[in-house]
C-alpha cells in the first residue's frame, strides 16, 4: 500500500508542472496593463473617465485592447492604442509550449525537472522585461496623447497600472520552476548521499573484520 501511494503522489507531482504552465499561458487571456484615462484628453480611443485594458494575448499578438463601452470617443477624435506584438510575450508562450511538451514527454526525472525549471525560469525573465517594456511604450504613448497639462502630484505612469493576470502569470511561472529546482537539486544529489553512505560503512567495518584477523595471527599460548 505504501509502494501504491508513493506511485500516486509521483504521478501527481509530475502533473503539477504542466498544469502550471499550461496555468500560466490561459493567465494570458487575463488582463496584464491597465491605462486610466483620467489623464487630460485621455488615451487612445478611450475618453477621460475610461480605461484601456491590454491582456498577456494582445501583448504577444499586437491585439486591440478593450475600452470602457460607454466611454469611447467619436471616431474622428479616437488616436492608437494598438501595440506592435511583443516579441518577448511571444516567447513566452513558445516557452510554455515547449514546457509542457517536455513536462509530459520526457521520462527521465532529472532531464525533465531540470529542463523545465530552465524553461520556466527563462519565461518568467521574459515576462517581467516584457511588461516593463510594455509599460515605457505606454506611458510615452500616453504623453504624447496629453491634450492639457496632469493633475497636480501626477505623473504619467500614475495613470498605468499592472493587473492580476500579469502577477498570477509570474507567480505560477515562479512555483513551477522553483518546484522543478527543487526535485532537479535532490535528484542530483541522490546518488551522492548513496555513494557517501556506502563508503562510510566500507570504513566503519573494516576495524572489525581486522580484528578476527589479528587475533588469529597472535601465537597460541
Excluded: H
Excluded at 25 to 44: I, K, Q
Excluded at 46 to 74: C, E, I, N, Q
Excluded at 126 to 150: D, M, Y
Excluded at 154 to 159: I, L, P, Q, R
Aim: aromatic residues 4%.
Amino acid at each position: 500500500m505504501a509502494d501504491d501511494e508513493r506511485r500516486s503522489v509521483r504521478r501527481f507531482s509530475r502533473l503539477l508542472s504542466p498544469a502550471g504552465l499550461v496555468l500560466a499561458g490561459l493567465l494570458f487571456a487575463a488582463p496584464f496593463l491597465t491605462v486610466s484615462c483620467d489623464a487630460p484628453g485621455g488615451y487612445g480611443r478611450a475618453a477621460p473617465g475610461g480605461t484601456t485594458t491590454y491582456t498577456g494575448w494582445d501583448l504577444a499578438t499586437g491585439g486591440t485592447p478593450d475600452v470602457t463601452a460607454d466611454k469611447l470617443l467619436p471616431p474622428e477624435q479616437r488616436r492608437s492604442d494598438v501595440l506592435a506584438p511583443q516579441p518577448l510575450a511571444g516567447g513566452v508562450l513558445v516557452l510554455l509550449v515547449v514546457g509542457v511538451l517536455i513536462a509530459i514527454g520526457v521520462g527521465r526525472a532529472r532531464t525533465r525537472r531540470g529542463v523545465v525549471a530552465a524553461l520556466a525560469a527563462i519565461a518568467a525573465l521574459f515576462l517581467l522585461v516584457n511588461q516593463a517594456t510594455v509599460r515605457v511604450l505606454v506611458e510615452e504613448r500616453l504623453r504624447e496623447q496629453l491634450t492639457g497639462p496632469l493633475p497636480a502630484g501626477k505623473d504619467v505612469g500614475d495613470f498605468v497600472q499592472d493587473q492580476g493576470g500579469f502577477g498570477f502569470a509570474l507567480l505560477a511561472l515562479v512555483l513551477v520552476a522553483l518546484g522543478n529546482l527543487a526535485g532537479w537539486v535532490r535528484l542530483v544529489r541522490g546518488p551522492g548521499r548513496a555513494a557517501a553512505a556506502a563508503g562510510g560503512e566500507a570504513v566503519t567495518t573494516a576495524p572489525e573484520q581486522s580484528g578476527p584477523a589479528a587475533t588469529a595471527a597472535l601465537p597460541e599460548g
